[in-house]
DNA sequence: GGGGTTAACATTGTCGACAATCTACCTTTC
DNA sequence: GAAAGGTAGATTGTCGACAATGTTAACCCC
């Protein structure tokens, strides 16, 4: 039983607007490489050109946007290069939770948890969309419940940039029963609490991912 | 030989502003908890509160800063938790950088560079300053020559909330001895290209440098 | 026709001013 | 004397305006 009594913490105009703008980006309402043009998108927000800005400087930070002095900012165009050094980052920092729950966490528990999304994952067989979702929800899940700060924000941008990557593939994005199975091995070697295999397992899951992405 | 010719990329005002504030926070200038005043800053760094609030944005997106609506932006404040976690992002990083270079890098040449820095280390004996800014350049060389933006970027943020650790135990933060010796054995698993020792050590150096933080 | 100059336009960068909010202190009341 | 209420000061949040820069296209010259 949680209390309904605990701090209020107000979210800053700016960090409201990040969350929008990651949204956009990851549903590729913002196609990569274009450039957020500021007096348009503040209208459509309904703020002015400040907040704006500053919200827009913490995706510069994170490297979702990058900035062009005097020209403007624009989305982030995930080269192959990229998407090999995004999914290294992403194993570090996923490999990383798996490991802080396997070690000082409940295993069994977060094993199940995941479990639950392959399952979802196995009933929404053929919408590619949908299990793409649940690819997501499976990646986030597992580090959320870790409980580190520090990775779960690093893990926030590499999902947005893992969701650019499955939007500009679209439809092509497929494979869904490999996934199923790969995410139901892991799920498992968590839940058994057995480090190498679910270390492998990871390795391989991020290799397989790059190589569906990058191969086209 | 380098080209003199290479596209010219002047920083935006906000990631200068970042920049000195990141080395400002580190070097203790800005005290951990302390409140970041806008207009005196401003004053300070001769602009106006816009682009200072835009750079203090990114520092608020790394975890650096804290933001509390209405009331302001402070520094962040480390606590036994936060450090533990610190350290959790930061092994996971610089493992996968090490990593990075063993596979498919020339682990021999890095190898070697590292120990340079490990014999300026044992130079700068008794000098607690002098060692700590050798053990930071040590780990920022190891990530920066594993040549991924990504873990670059994470990493900075990282070695800043290190810096403020070292900062806030000033004199205490002693045995230079045994970090000399443990960042040498380091540097020589990776000059030899051993994968599960550069591992181990390197699980073992986070381990190490929490347990001398939090203890006291 | 190619290269260079100029001018209009669009966009970003910066600033100062005002509104909203919070804190701290003082006053009032019971 | 303690608690509630009110007030002044300081700080942040937001906005609109202006300056600086870059881009585009038309125009001119060779």
Redesign the pocket.
């Known amino acids: 039983m949680t209390s309904y009594i605990e701090p209020l913490a107000?979210e800053?105009?700016?960090s409201i607007i990040a969350d929008k703008l990651r949204k956009a980006i990851g549903h590729g309402e913002f196609r990569p490489g274009a450039?957020?043009?500021?007096?348009?998108l503040?209208r459509k927000l309904?703020?002015?050109?400040?907040?704006l800005?500053?919200g827009m400087q913490r995706l510069t930070q994170e490297g979702l946007l990058v900035?062009?002095?005097?020209?403007?900012?624009f989305v982030i165009d995930m080269t192959p290069e990229d998407i090999r050094d995004m999914y290294l980052a992403r194993e570090a920092i996923e490999r990383a939770a798996a490991l802080k729950i396997l070690r000082d966490g409940d295993f069994e528990t977060v094993g199940l948890a995941l479990l639950a999304i392959v399952d979802q994952m196995a009933a929404a067989d053929g919408d590619p969309a949908a299990v793409g979702e649940l690819d997501i929800a499976f990646h986030e899940l597992l580090v959320r419940l870790a409980d580190s700060p520090r990775l779960s924000r690093m893990h926030q941008t590499s999902i947005i940039e893992t969701r650019m990557c499955i939007h500009a593939l679209e439809e092509t994005y497929l494979a869904t029963d490999a996934r199923a199975v790969e995410h139901h091995r892991l799920a498992d070697a968590i839940r058994t609490g057995d480090v190498d295999r679910t270390d492998d397992l990871l390795s391989a899951h991020m290799d397989d991912a790059i190589e569906r992405l990058v191969s086209r």
């Not at 900035?67 to 900012?73: E, F, K, P, V, W």
Request: no cysteine.
């Open positions: 107000q800053s105009t700016p450039q957020i043009v500021e007096a348009d503040a309904g703020v002015s050109r400040g907040p800005r500053e900035s062009i002095r005097n020209r403007g900012l």
